[in-house]
């Protein structure tokens, strides 16, 4: 299987439809949280809607990158949630999620092998691949957070 397709389907496992490493996926934790739930805080942790507005922080502004675009993002930027006060705005925010999951994955598929070699944005970012899995490694991370804390939230 060509490189591109395996951190494609990499992407898809965690993000959209997986089960094989962490048992779940962003897609099916988020999925029937009610906003309040969401936003709701324990302790110093981040909430659910704050560790979600954050991968998507990263997916939606690497994407650009991918279709030959700029990158545009800023790490200091990246947990800053807007409010979210009602279903509507957490559905929204999922939303854009799932359909910057789906486009970044399908942007990876199609990237053609040698560019997976070539620099990212600037030499210092090191390689197309590195970037994506490094964006793998991120989501897992944040991922095992978000079941935990959905877990707490829910067995209250």
């Not at 949280?33 to 110093?44: D, E, H, M, V, Y």
């Not at 210092?124 to 970037?131: F, H, W």
Request: hydrophobic share 40%; glycine share 6%.
């Amino acid at each position: 299987m060509a490189r591109n397709k395996e951190l494609a389907d990499r992407l898809a496992e965690v993000l959209l439809s997986g089960r094989w490493v962490a048992n779940t996926n962003y897609k099916e934790l988020l999925e029937n949280l009610t906003w309040k739930q969401a936003t709701q805080k324990i302790g110093g942790l981040n909430s659910i809607a704050a560790l979600t507005y954050h991968v998507n922080y990263y997916i939606g502004g690497m994407l650009p990158v991918l279709k030959g675009g700029s990158l545009e993002i800023r790490d200091k930027f990246s947990f800053q949630l807007p409010k979210l006060e009602s279903q509507v705005d957490w559905e929204r925010m999922t939303t854009e999620f799932i359909t910057n999951s789906k486009a970044f994955v399908e942007a990876v598929s199609n990237l053609p092998e040698t560019q997976l070699d070539a620099v990212f944005v600037d030499e210092k970012y090191g390689t197309y691949a590195r970037n994506i899995e490094g964006l793998i490694e991120h989501c897992y991370y944040h991922l095992g957070q978000i079941s935990l804390l959905k877990k707490m939230i829910t067995n209250r």
